[in-house]
C-alpha cells in the first residue's frame, strides 16, 4: 500500500494534510525519515511513526453517537446539521457514514462507520437486527392497543410490521413505553402509533442489536465503540 494512503486512512489527515505531514519530515518508516507518499509499505510488518509516535494500520472505524434533535442523519444537506457536520476532522477523514437513519427530530443512538459490510448486516431486513425506541405519548396506552402494536399492523399495501414488543411504564401514566421493533420502514414508531389513535411526542432510540446507548453519552456527543462493544455489532 501507498504510505500516503495508510496515513490517510488511519485517521492522520486529509490526502492534502497528509501530504504536508510528510513534507515537514514528521513520518518515519522503519526509523528513516519518509517524505515520499508515494513509498510502498507493509501496513503490518512494517514499523511507521508520527513524531515517535506508533500509527497502527485501521482501515475501519466505528463511532457511536447520541444524536440530538435537528440534525439530519445523512453525510451531508443543503439546509440542516448532519451527524457527519457533528464530528471532528479525525472521523470525517475516514468518511464514516451513518447506518440507517433517524427522523430529524428524533434522538439517541446513531452508529457511524466507513465499515460497508457492517452497515449492510445491520440494515439488512433479513438480518431482524432490533431497534428499541423510548416513546413519549399524547394519551396513555391501554393494553389492548398494546396487543395491535404487538401483533402487527398493516401500515402500507403490502406491509404489515413484524411482532413487536411493548413495555409500558407504568409510573408515567402509561404515557412513556419502550417499543422494540426489527424493521426499519420510514417514520415506522410513529406511524404505528398513529394507526392505533395516538402520537408521538418524543422519540429516542436507546438500543439496536445488543448494542445499548451509554448514559454518559449527552445529546451531541459521540464516541468510538470499545472491544467490548465492537464484539456485540458483530456478533
Ligand atoms: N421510527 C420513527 O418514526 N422515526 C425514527 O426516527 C425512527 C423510527
Do not use: W
Request: net charge positive.
Amino acid at each position: 500500500m501507498r504510505l500516503d494512503k495508510f496515513l490517510a486512512n488511519s485517521g492522520i489527515g486529509t490526502r492534502k494534510e497528509v501530504k504536508a505531514i510528510l513534507k515537514s519530515g514528521k513520518i518515519k518508516v522503519n526509523e528513516k525519515i519518509v517524505k515520499d507518499g508515494k513509498m510502498q509499505i507493509d501496513e503490518i510488518k512494517d514499523d511507521i511513526k508520527m513524531e515517535g509516535e506508533k500509527i497502527t494500520y485501521k482501515p475501519f472505524v466505528y463511532v457511536m453517537m447520541n444524536k440530538p434533535s435537528g440534525i439530519i442523519s445523512a453525510t451531508e444537506d443543503g439546509k440542516h446539521k448532519t451527524v457527519v457536520d457533528l464530528l471532528c476532522e479525525k472521523y470525517k477523514n475516514y468518511k464514516v457514514f451513518p447506518v440507517g437513519r433517524l427522523d430529524i427530530d428524533t434522538e439517541g443512538l446513531i452508529l457511524l462507520t466507513n465499515d460497508g459490510i457492517l452497515a449492510h448486516n445491520l440494515l439488512s431486513p433479513k438480518k431482524h437486527v432490533d431497534k428499541k425506541y423510548y416513546v413519549e405519548l399524547k394519551e396513555p396506552l391501554t393494553s389492548e392497543k398494546k396487543k395491535i402494536l404487538e401483533n402487527g399492523i398493516k401500515l402500507e399495501e403490502n406491509f404489515v410490521t413484524k411482532e413487536a414488543k411493548v413495555e409500558i411504564i407504568e409510573k408515567t401514566e402509561l404515557k412513556s413505553v419502550f417499543i422494540t421493533i426489527s424493521e426499519g420502514k420510514f417514520h415506522q414508531v410513529k406511524r404505528m402509533f398513529k394507526f392505533i389513535g395516538n402520537e408521538v411526542l418524543y422519540l429516542k432510540r436507546v438500543k439496536m442489536g445488543k448494542l445499548l446507548l451509554p448514559e454518559k453519552l449527552k445529546l451531541g456527543e459521540y464516541r468510538e465503540l470499545t472491544e467490548e462493544e465492537m464484539k456485540l455489532i458483530l456478533d
